[in-house]
């Protein structure tokens, strides 16, 4: 068997040269060695080829079969070695290799494909991989190693206090722009669970971002309005007071048990909320809205795949919101972190229905 553990990446430069020139010389003098030395060296592959790889002239050398062999297989893996290197530098400089993004559903129709296309048109050497589901989820394959970016939100009941870091909550709180510990949850929850012991929370500017002493961002507040059918009595309000849907069925799907910004804000009006149609994915709330057996509320990010058969309402007083965070590794690449600052300077698309 031979021993392949000589030919280290030092070693097939050498070869390479030697190959490339025909001459010890030449090689010598190009690589800043003296002749003994490259001689040596080739001694040493030679041995542990099996056999010589040059032909030693009397004016320089020539491969042998066995030279030739190696000298391709030397050639393609010094040129991988350099490709690789290449990649790590641009991965370093944020200009090339995979940055793989997750965001929950209704981050992907307008704020996620407005900032990427912002983004790759700024870093075209960068190749995307995109996950969608659930915030739990993607906050999982986050701390897996599976995701360099998380867009995340804390809607419908917060993300748990466990999915924020593996191994356990901490203990250093969270700091949010409005200074508030629920992170200016409508509900008083949990938010994405941070507030219970997660990443720090700072907030993202137009013009920066400051990541704190943890790992997700806050992006922005987006607030929830009400979709209702075009032939609505409250159609043509300028917004719409809760009190007044009291009586309605509202479609929604969050899951049975918990707290969700409907039900406490439908509590602080002084009512509870009458089940409707659950309905998860918005083109079947949109759908049965349309058809007049409900209403629903909608974050304004979902607010361009509003059909033109349903009208979109601001809520009169206090408005339910929810937060959209950022989520990063430890040690997030320059990528993602100039991904999380471009998300938070982009303007999703807000317009409300006419009255």
Known sequence: MHDTNAFDTGALRLFDEVARSGSFTAAAELLGYTQSAVSRRVAALERAAGGPLFERLA???????????????????????????????????????????????????????????????????????????LSTRLMELLHAGALDVAVISDYPAGLPAEATRPGGPRTDGMHTDAGRPDGGRADGGNGDGTNAGGGRVEAVSGNGMHVGGGNIVTLREDRLLVALPAGHRLAGEADVDLRDLAGEPWIEAAPRGQPTLLVTACAAAGFTPRGGPRVAEWSGKFGFVAAGLGVTLVPELAARAVPADLVLKPLRGTTPARKVYAALPESPLPAALELVEMLGEWEVCTTVSPT
């Open 59 to 133: 004016r320089g050398v020539r491969l042998t079969p066995a030279g030739t062999a190696l000298h391709r297989h030397a050639v393609a893996v010094l040129d991988r070695l350099e490709r690789a290197g290449e990649e790590l530098a641009a991965i370093h400089r944020g200009r090339g290799g995979v940055l793989r993004v997750g965001s929950f559903a209704t981050a992907n129709i307008d704020l996620l494909p407005g900032t990427l296309r912002r983004f790759l048109d700024r870093r075209p050497g960068i190749e995307l991989r995109l996950t969608e589901g």
